[in-house]
Structure formats: structure tokens, C-alpha cells
């Protein structure tokens, strides 16, 4: 029998920007600024909510979820983006590679899902708001975010291993800032169609099918508040899942623009600069959106970082007992 000649890769280059090495200082500063922002807005996130009993509810139990999976996605891409930016490229093993891969898809994929829930959520909260304690209990919660966790990161699972078993015999450069699933599939010397097809039946329980449930959602929910006879009324409905609703549209949108747009005659770099809208832009996003658009999560920030007034006759003192806010010093 007569074997092929070739040598597997052990290592892949990533070229990042090559066309814009002449601000890659500009772009490092902007990224770490981004990259810091996003790691501090969503544990800062977590934090209000874990600690604010007033928020200690289904809707911001699904919001600290979404707050981690947006750090799982910000950790596995911005890193390694930030060497590219230092060193005008970087190198990484293809087990690296690989595993930058499997956290950004399998992050990707937990988004969808909690945003599928989180939809549901305030379904039952504007259409079923009787049943919706006895059905959204914490329980039935927790069930929800394990299936979310479990189901995304056990399916990509799958997928990365059905990658890793094809052969990778060069080249083992990728014109990109990260490990995407069409780069890393061109370095392939293998077929690759069944990945390919996987990756479409993949694409319906994870996208497709959460992406419908969402969609009709909502229309329940616009239905119901269009019902509601004041305008008051239906001002403080809609503003319940305003967030989650604009979340949503910037969430799919950049997914349709990367992903649906037909990539013929496109260029590497507009390529790039959709994938910089899902892979850093929308993990700093979310937080900023429920922190600025939700009064309770604002109320709560605000709570949190007040400093307790002096009680007259003790002046520049505070009373035993009493603290300081952790943003008042």
C-alpha cells in the first residue's frame, strides 16, 4: 500500500490585519480598552444581580448566564486578538487552535439558547403573568440553564471532534485574527463535505429552531400589549423586554451579515470587521444595553455603590455597624 506523502501541522499563523499594520497601536489600545470594559461590565453585572435581592428573579438569573457566556466568548477571541495586534501575527497550536473553536462556538451557541429562554421568560411574564410564578420557578430555572450549558457545549463538542479527526497537511497559515470554521476547514487536505453538512444540521437546533422560537415570542408578546387599553400600560410591558428584544436584533443581525451575506467578492477585511461586531463588540454591548435601558438593574447599581449619610451629632464619623459602599470610597 502506498502511503500519502505529507506531514500534519502542529501550528497555524494567524495573520490578524496585515493590511493594517500601520495602526496596529491604535487598534491594540482600542481592544484592550474594549477587552477591559467588557470582562469588568459583565462581572460588574454579576455582581449587582447576585447581590440585590430585589433582582433575585428568573429574568436576571438568565441575564448573570448571558453575562458569562459573553466572558467565555470576550476570553477565548480578545487574547489571543491582542498578540496578533503586538506581534502583527501570532502562532498557536492547532490544538489551541482548535480549542479556541470549540469555546467560541460552543459560546455562540449558549447565547442562542439563553436568549431562546430568556424570550420564553418574558412570554409567560406579558402573556401568562397569573401562571407565570407556579411555571418559572427556580427549579425549572436552573433545569433551563443547565439544558442551555449541557446542550451547547456537549453538541459543539461533537462537532471540534469530527474536525479533529481530519487531516491538516498544510498550508497552515490563516489570513484571519482567530480560529473560524471556514479558514481552519480550507487548511484541510481532507473532504470535508460531512463536516460541512454537519455543520448545517447543526446550524437548525442551535440557530434555526431557537431563532423561530424567538420570533414567535414576541409576536405573542406585541399582541398582548397592543391589548392593553392604557398607554401606560402598554409602556411599562414593552419596557420588561426592551433590553432582551434589542439584545436580540443586534445579536441576529450581525450573525445574518457574517454568516448569510454571500462572501463572493467580499474582501478579507470586511470579513474581518463583521466577525470583530460578534466576537468583541457584542459581549461589550449587552451589558451596556441592560445596565442603560432597565431601571431595576440601574436602581440596583445605584443601591450598591451609596454611601449611608452620617447620623447627626456624629460628624465626619459613620456609626458602628454601618459601611461604606464598595463604589463610595
Known amino acids: 500500500m502506498v502511503q500519502s506523502n505529507f506531514t500534519m501541522i502542529n501550528e497555524i499563523h494567524l495573520l490578524g490585519f496585515p493590511n493594517l499594520y500601520h495602526l496596529n497601536i491604535f487598534l491594540f489600545i482600542l481592544f484592550f480598552m474594549i477587552y477591559h470594559l467588557t470582562t469588568s461590565g459583565n462581572l460588574l453585572l454579576i455582581v449587582v444581580v447576585v447581590k440585590v435581592r430585589s433582582l433575585h428573579s428568573p429574568m436576571y438569573l438568565f441575564l448573570t448566564q448571558l453575562s458569562l457566556s459573553d466572558m467565555i466568548m470576550a476570553n477565548s477571541i480578545s487574547p489571543i486578538l491582542l498578540h496578533v495586534l503586538v506581534d502583527q501575527q501570532t502562532t498557536v497550536t492547532f490544538a489551541g487552535c482548535l480549542a479556541q473553536f470549540y469555546f467560541f462556538s460552543a459560546s455562540l451557541a449558549l447565547e442562542s439558547l439563553l436568549l431562546t429562554v430568556m424570550s420564553y421568560d418574558r412570554y409567560l411574564a406579558i402573556c401568562n403573568p397569573l401562571r407565570y410564578n407556579t411555571i418559572m420557578n427556580y427549579i425549572f430555572c436552573l433545569k433551563l440553564i443547565l439544558f442551555s450549558w449541557l446542550l451547547s457545549f456537549s453538541v459543539i463538542l461533537n462537532h471540534v471532534l469530527a474536525i479533529s479527526h481530519l487531516q491538516f497537511c498544510g498550508p497552515n497559515i490563516i489570513d484571519h485574527f482567530f480560529c473560524d470554521l471556514s479558514p481552519l476547514l480550507e487548511l484541510s487536505c481532507s473532504d470535508t463535505n460531512l463536516v460541512q453538512i454537519e455543520v448545517t444540521i447543526l446550524t437548525i437546533p442551535m440557530a434555526v429552531i431557537p431563532f423561530l422560537l424567538i420570533i414567535t415570542s414576541y409576536c405573542y408578546i406585541i399582541c398582548t400589549i397592543l391589548r392593553i387599553p392604557s398607554v401606560s400600560g402598554r409602556q411599562k410591558a414593552f419596557s420588561t423586554c426592551s433590553s432582551h428584544l434589542t439584545v436580540v436584533s ?78 463610595g470610597a
Not at 297 to 323: L, W, Y
Open 250 to 327: 443586534i445579536y441576529y443581525g450581525t450573525l445574518l451579515c457574517t454568516y448569510m451575506v454571500p462572501t463572493q467578492g467580499q474582501s478579507l477585511t470586511v470579513s474581518k470587521v463583521l466577525s470583530l461586531l460578534y466576537t468583541v463588540m457584542i459581549p461589550l454591548i449587552n451589558p451596556l444595553i441592560y445596565s442603560l435601558r432597565n431601571n431595576d438593574i440601574r436602581e440596583a447599581f445605584h443601591k450598591i455603590c451609596s454611601i449611608p449619610e452620617a447620623p447627626q451629632g456624629e460628624t465626619g464619623q459613620v456609626r458602628q455597624g454601618h459601611t461604606i459602599g464598595p463604589c
